[in-house]
């Protein structure tokens, strides 16, 4: 493989730093991982310059894709927000390309994601698509006419915090009722706790999987019993399946995707959870009857998708 052919994508997450030498064709070379070192900005970016520099080593000339959870602007170089850490209007591109010496990108996590579906997974072919990342919360990518579509200022894709449910449960952004507060694994947890801490006999899954202890339970834990057939966590799990095929309506009806991919831990670990949302979607979408109804599928690259996505968006010409 030609070295010129390779990027390199980094993929910062709460827990671990991925990164990777990607090729033209999305196919992962290398790997390397670290875990996140917590909250601490000057860190994080001191691991990322050690991961791209060992990688480097391979690709004297690759660019460089770096995907993180938060808002960057519209020319990919400064984080707005993050989440995660003390990064606020921070010009992370610039201080990269003095540490490392090439040229570097910045982007969205859901958007590296989203991206690499469009051009390497369920989505190839399709260049109307919206992806959807279910996770503790749930993010997003759109995709319109091939490109990848930021909005003015840089941060469109907050799907989540479409409201729903006005006065409904709070958000950590500081809203009610956002779509995410019934359709993510926070969501998911939240409500098997109310239902471990019931006492019903319905919650007995729950509660011996926490030796009794409801604030124990989360998100992950209900989707898992509601895969193994346990049928109250696979209430909780269809009743979120309704939430997100709504949603997804919503989405649909102001977008008009050909293909919505659903992604992220929540989305890979619940067949089931997708299956009530597509019925959902199909039974609230407007005009249904007279259009198309866009196709939901699972997204395909599992892991790979933010540093493969963050890495191909490296290439893209800036502007």
């Known amino acids: ?10 993929d910062i997450g709460g827990t671990k730093i991925a990164a990777g030498l990607v090729t033209r064709d999305g196919t992962v070379m290398g790997r390397l991982r670290r875990s996140t070192p917590g909250h601490d900005a000057r860190a994080v970016e001191a691991t990322v310059v ?31 927000f993050s989440p995660h850490l003390a990064w ?23 958007d590296a994601a989203g991206w690499a579906e469009h051009r390497f997974g369920a989505a190839r072919g399709e260049n109307e698509m919206l992806c ?27 799907f989540g915090h479409q409201t729903l449910v006005p006065g409904g449960h709070r958000c950590a952004c500081g809203n009610r009722g956002c779509w995410e507060q019934y359709a993510s694994g926070n ?8 239902l471990a801490g019931s006492n019903s006999p319905v919650a007995h899954a729950l509660r011996a999987e926490t030796n009794g202890d409801a604030s124990a339970v989360t998100g992950e834990m209900v989707t898992r019993l509601a895969e193994a057939g346990d049928p109250a966590c696979g209430d909780l799990v269809a009743e979120a399946g309704e939430w997100l095929g709504l949603g ?41 009857g007279y259009r198309p109804f866009a196709k939901i599928a699972r997204a395909e690259l599992g892991p790979d998708a933010g540093l493969v996505g963050a890495a191909d968006l490296a290439r893209l010409p800036r502007g």
Request: charged share 20%.
């Open 1 to 10: 493989m030609p070295a010129e052919d390779l990027a390199i994508g980094v």
């Open 50 to 80: 050690e991961l791209v520099t060992k990688l480097g080593e391979q690709a004297p000339r690759a660019v460089v894709g770096v995907g993180a959870a938060g808002w960057m602007d519209s020319s990919g170089s400064t984080v707005l």
């Open 88 to 110: 606020r209007n921070e010009p992370l591109r610039a201080r990269l390309e003095d540490a490392l010496g090439r040229t570097v990108m910045l982007s969205n996590d859901a």
């Open 132 to 158: 959807l990342t279910l996770g503790t919360g749930i993010g997003g990518a759109i995709v319109l006419g091939g490109k990848l579509q930021r909005g003015r200022f840089g941060v469109a894709g907050e």
């Open 187 to 194: 969501a998911l947890g939240r409500e098997g706790r109310a």
């Open 248 to 288: 997804l309506a919503n989405l649909a009806a102001v977008l008009d995707p050909g293909i919505m991919i659903i992604g992220g831990g929540l989305g890979s670990a619940s067949p089931s959870l997708i299956e009530t949302a597509t019925s959902a979607y199909q039974k609230a979408l407007s005009g249904r």
